[in-house]
């Protein structure tokens, strides 16, 4: 449901914070959101009948119940998963820092990471695209747990800076600095960095091409060869949706990205679990190649995802099982060094690659902490630990920086994947490792 076309007054369907109900409809009276009725140079022209036509569909979507409360003869959900401090309550900020043992070595390491980094790369200089966006959200995640505000200080140097000079948003990868903003914001106030986020939201409800089936189209605005889905899209947009929806109280999003995560599912699951990398791509990937990295950007920002739905009192049934579908397959193709094929189901014929373990392990932990998934990844999850850690290696100043990331890759052939050169140092594979440290940090994993 597009709740967000209604530049008018609208209907907006939720369910309670911290506890499942059905879903119901606010005042009718309730204002459109600031990004659909600030001024702007975005803006929804629609005449009479397109705002009664509208009205009338969020009227009958008003009226549904939600099929993410626990159905006939299950319990509500409890408060009884690992990132739980206190018995039967939900779990605050406070306990989020505690359950990730800001003391321990692995938060240390990512701390390491984070300071060489940004002593040999400026915010100034960094662009606004997705790797920039992944690396500053892991500095935003860091201040978070570590209490330093050294870290949000140099991703806000950044953003300030494109605030300044102006930034593009006209496809999935313009979309993850949302993430930054939406930090800033919290820690701030400023309402320049939620316009970030509002700004985001309105390209994908009103600007990005869509699927026959409404798939937010990976070129965006770009009709180069029509609308295509690829798979890293769901971290690239739908990271920025679900912690909207947090900030804001509104269910809106998650609804928006829980139907995204089902279209994609569609077009790209395999039943076996593992995920092609595009649909309606005119290099279509071979049958038999599912590609590291993308699938775990699917991990990452499903599980999180899960994760919202789950403090809400809320499952998703539907997401809940392709995802575990998907593990399953991850946690079968991983090698015996912990790391990840590029090519998973090609073992021996490219390379071994760190970002896609660090984003397995990071969705898996995730998932662990908060009930969605069981104890019995938590071997997966240290063994990607220390073939992460085995990548980490010092420069001459014994300062810590990652190797083996694999370059930008777009989807093909397998041909395509073994030209993808590995390198060191590169901003998205330094922010994925940086969050699997964190993620991974006061797990019992036997390191």
């Not at 889905?229 to 804001?248: I, K, N, P, Y």
């Not at 010092?394 to 052939?413: F, H, K, L, M, N």
């Amino acid at each position: 449901m597009n709740y967000r076309a209604l530049g008018m007054t609208h209907t907006t369907i939720y369910a309670e914070s911290r506890h499942c109900s059905p879903r119901r409809k606010t005042s009718p009276g309730r204002a459109a959101p600031d990004y659909l009725s600030r001024a702007s140079t975005r803006k929804i022209s629609l005449g009479p009948a397109g705002r009664a036509l509208l009205a009338a569909v969020a009227l009958v979507a008003g009226l549904a119940l939600s099929t993410a409360c626990p159905g006939p003869g299950e319990s509500p959900l409890a408060w009884d998963f690992p990132d739980v401090c206190l018995e039967g309550q939900a779990p605050d900020e406070a306990c989020y820092v505690e359950k990730r043992a800001p003391g321990s070595a692995e938060v240390a390491l990512a701390a390491g990471l984070a300071a060489r980094y940004m002593a040999e790369h400026p915010a100034e200089l960094m662009a606004w695209d997705w790797g920039e966006g992944t690396l500053m959200f892991a500095m935003t995640e860091l201040s978070r747990v570590t209490g330093d505000g050294t870290y949000l200080h140099y991703a806000k140097t950044w953003m300030d800076h494109h605030l300044a000079s102006g930034y593009p948003l006209t496809w999935s990868d313009h979309c993850p600095p949302a993430l930054t903003a939406l930090a800033l914001y919290e820690d701030t106030g400023d309402v320049a960095y939620r316009a970030v986020v509002e700004d985001v939201m309105y390209y994908l409800e009103s600007e990005a091409l869509r699927t026959e089936e409404g798939g937010i189209s990976h070129m965006g605005t770009q009709d180069l060869f029509g609308p295509t889905l690829w798979l890293d899209s769901l971290f690239m947009f739908g990271m920025a949706l679900t912690r909207w929806a947090e900030q804001t109280g509104d269910e809106g999003p998650l609804e928006v990205l829980g139907e995204q995560i089902g279209i994609f599912a569609r077009a790209l699951q395999t039943e076996g679990g593992l995920f092609y990398h595009a649909y309606q791509w005119p290099t279509a990937p071979d049958p038999d190649v599912f590609w590291a990295r993308g699938n775990g950007w699917v991990t990452v920002a499903g599980y999180d995802y899960l994760r919202a739905r789950r403090l809400r009192g809320e499952r998703d049934r539907a997401v809940s099982e392709l995802l575990g579908r998907q593990v399953a397959a991850v946690r079968e193709t991983q090698d015996s060094t912990g790391l990840w094929w590029t090519v998973m189901d090609r073992p021996g014929e490219i390379y071994l690659e760190t970002s896609a373990a660090a984003l397995f392990g990071f969705g898996m932990a995730r998932g662990y902490r908060y009930g969605l998934l069981g104890p019995e990844v938590l071997p997966s999850v240290g063994m990607a630990l220390g073939g992460v850690r085995a990548r980490i290696l010092r420069d001459s100043q014994e300062r810590p920086y990652v190797t083996g990331i694999s370059g930008p890759t777009t989807a093909g052939s397998f041909t395509n994947y073994a030209s993808v050169p590995l390198v060191d140092d590169r901003h998205f594979g330094v922010g994925a490792v940086m969050l699997f440290l964190i993620e991974a940090s006061g797990l019992p994993l036997g390191q």
